[in-house]
């Protein structure tokens, strides 16, 4: 009971939200193609405040499933050292200041290779850094269990370890908040979870908690406008990527579409989406357009607000011609009138009058890509990919589909790198072809 206790709190603190949020940093590590011994020589986002040497910058990125700073540019690669050797802390500033009355929401991807005995490797600190380091985020390695444990503090004292063992070598997404508090100098709470993209609940919710933290700790920071990243004795080893700190949650982890589809028939074209969570979603406004119009609004389909539960979506456009291209995409409305752009579909109102079992796109991949074909005729469809030995590993498609030509996402989050079959089944037709994932 206590545990659930706690994960209600830390979950009320993380879903607290402020009036006028704003993204004050994304940081995708997009620096090109090159490794590099220091990311204060690829970048002047990040400048050095301690020591002489390293971060590193490393141009492989991580991914994690339904996360939208995932597989975008390279990463931040940090180890330990002593002085002079490895000893480099860097800290980026915020584009503004947040001071009291507000709360701070950090998003962001560590993937750890080795941990030591314990110490912080990302904190958040003043826009002008100094010493007064807060919501610092540990890590310690349990050589028993063969993982590591992260933990958190509000300062210098007090740090908390959540008893689930991690993994090394896989990908996290850590979720911080701290909530400034006004009616006394040491009242202001830090909080941090989890999630697991391979648990079966994904996004949807955290594998582990840590806090509400940091009652009676004094000290409390007039503002926060930076985040670091630490090097020292005791410092894990590992990458981060994909950082994202904003006053509302809905902007460090927004609503993210975990598919969208498109299929044609005759005479109309059938949309089709699904979100792992939503926060604030008002709805999605359905655009259109072809290759002699621009993008225009055709319907609206109303979100479901706040949620920790996937939800499915579908709308179609009858109002279509015949041997016509179309590209639709999702306009994601807030409460707030913030919004975003979906990828692109594409689809043809052809006449279809063979099967075909298209090559993905792209090809190599990481870690989605999509798949296309054309049905003759009405029939029961399968879709489904094999490894190289002949295994399946997923199943895509397995219903009665229209003739006409379709289109769906394969998501290989979580399948290691390698060669990969899908096949085609519909009546009276197999076709089989290869992709490569490709991390």
């Not at 380091?133 to 959540?162: C, E, M, N, P």
């Not at 009616?183 to 709470?189: P, Q, R």
């Not at 094999?386 to 397995?398: C, D, R, W």
Request: charged letters at 15%; hydrophobic letters at 35%; proline letters at 3%.
């Amino acid at each position: 009971m206590k545990k659930i206790l706690t994960l209600v709190f830390v979950l009320s603190l993380l879903f607290s939200l402020n009036t006028f949020a704003q993204l004050l940093l994304e940081e995708n590590f997009d620096y090109g193609i090159s490794d590099n011994a220091d990311i204060t020589a690829v970048t002047s986002n990040w400048v050095r405040h301690s020591g002489t040497q390293g971060p590193a910058y490393n141009s492989v990125g991580l991914s994690f499933s339904g996360y939208i700073s995932s597989n975008i540019g390279g990463a931040l690669s940090f180890t330990n050292g002593s002085s002079g050797v490895n000893d480099g802390d860097v800290n980026q500033m915020f584009s503004d200041s947040v001071s009291t009355d507000d709360t701070v929401f950090v998003a962001f991807l560590v993937e750890l290779d080795t941990a030591k005995t314990g110490d912080y490797f990302l904190l958040l600190g003043p826009r002008t850094i100094g010493t007064t380091f807060r919501l610092r985020v540990f890590a310690k390695d349990t050589t028993a269990a063969g993982g590591w444990l992260i933990g958190l503090s509000k300062s210098s004292t007090g740090t908390v370890y959540d008893t689930t063992i991690l993994s090394y070598h896989k990908t996290y997404l850590v979720v911080g908040v701290y909530v400034f508090k006004t009616s006394a100098a040491d009242d202001d709470e830090v909080g941090l979870s989890v999630f697991d993209s391979d648990a079966p609940q994904g996004m949807d919710f955290p594998i582990l908690t840590v806090g509400p933290l940091g009652l009676g700790t004094t000290g409390d920071p007039v503002g926060i406008g930076s985040v670091a990243v630490r090097q020292g004795t005791n410092t894990p080893t590992g990458k981060i990527d994909g950082i994202r700190v904003s006053t509302s949650l809905a902007d460090v982890i927004p609503v993210e579409l975990v598919s969208f589809n498109a299929s044609a028939n005759n005479s109309e074209v059938n949309l089709s989406w699904m979100t792992a969570t939503e926060l604030n979603n008002s709805g999605f406004s359905v655009e259109r357009k072809t290759s002699s119009s621009n993008w225009q609004s055709i319907g609206f389909v109303r979100g479901n607000g706040t949620t920790t539960a996937a939800n499915n979506y579908t709308f179609t456009d009858k109002n279509i011609l015949s041997q016509t291209a179309y590209s639709y995409r999702l306009k994601q409305i807030d409460f707030n009138g913030s919004y975003s752009y979906s990828k692109v579909v594409q689809v043809s109102t052809n006449l279809i009058s063979t099967f075909e079992l298209k090559q993905n796109y792209p090809n190599p991949f990481n870690p989605s890509t999509q798949i296309s074909f054309s049905l003759a005729q009405n029939g029961l469809v399968t879709l489904s990919v094999f490894n190289l030995i002949g295994q399946e590993v997923k199943t895509l498609i397995n219903r009665n589909m229209e003739a006409g030509s379709h289109s769906i996402t394969f998501d290989a989050s979580g399948l290691p790198t390698g060669v990969y079959i899908y096949k085609l089944t519909a009546p009276g037709f197999t076709q089989t072809k290869k992709m490569i994932l490709l991390r």
